[in-house]
């Protein structure tokens, strides 16, 4: 079994998404057995796959969507620029 430092150097210098598998397993396994940096890594990796997401879908234009605001917000929005 790989060390946590092995884990967290190897984390820190490539993303767990565009890992090798052969990198991938042994990583995984870890996470999901280390009690000590377990559910630590778990979060980068979490995060790390947010990233991707986030950027997959910029680059498809989808952000502006997501973050489409409701009208009643907008308006909230608007009168809070009118008061000053
Ligand atoms: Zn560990």
Do not use: N, T
């Not at 870890?30 to 997401?53: T, W």
């Not at 907008?74 to 809070?80: D, L, N, P, T, V």
């Amino acid at each position: 079994m790989i060390a946590c430092k092995q884990v967290a150097k190897a984390l820190a210098k490539q993303r767990y998404y565009e890992m090798p598998w052969w990198r991938k397993v042994p990583m995984f396994a870890h996470i999901k057995l280390c009690v000590m940096c377990g559910k630590y890594h778990q979060q980068v990796v979490d995060m790390q796959h947010g990233v991707k997401d986030y950027l997959e879908h910029e680059e498809a234009g989808e952000i502006e969507p997501r973050l489409h605001l409701s009208d009643d917000a907008k308006q909230r929005m608007e009168a809070a620029l009118k008061q000053d």
